[in-house]
Nanobody, 113 residues
Framework: QVQLVESGGGLVQAGGSLRLSCAAS????????MGWYRQAPGKEREFVAA?????????YYADSVKGRFTISRDNAKNMVYLQMNSVEPEETAIYYC?????WSQGTLVTVSS
């Protein structure tokens, strides 16, 4: 069973950058595809980015974040990251990481205009 703990959320100005981290516990972390999701106030949770555990870590992004966000993982450290650049106020949301059927507790990202 994987447990996921996030860090790195906070307040950032529009156009700025922020990096989220997700620490995973569990021996089988490296065999899970991992993803980032977000839920804005009053909206449903939506997919942001994902990275596979195999094939060199293939990455997938929502169209809205392509070219600005980067997902990466370090299996040796059991970590997954989301580098967010050029953030927009509409991206204020609680961000979650997910893997192995487990959700993190979520971290709030607030983008000020």
């Amino acid at each position: 069973q994987v447990q996921l703990v996030e860090s790195g959320g906070g307040l950032v100005q529009a156009g700025g950058s922020l990096r989220l981290s997700c620490a995973a516990s569990g021996r089988t972390f490296s065999t899970y595809d991992m993803g980032w999701y977000r839920q804005a106030p009053g909206k449903e949770r939506e997919f942001v980015a994902a990275i596979s555990w195999s094939g060199g870590g293939s990455t997938y992004y929502a169209d809205s974040v392509k070219g600005r966000f980067t997902i990466s993982r370090d299996n040796a450290k059991n970590m997954v990251y989301l580098q967010m650049n050029s953030v927009e106020p509409e991206e204020t949301a609680i961000y979650y990481c997910n893997g192995g059927g487990v959700w993190s507790q979520g971290t709030l990202v607030t983008v000020s205009s």
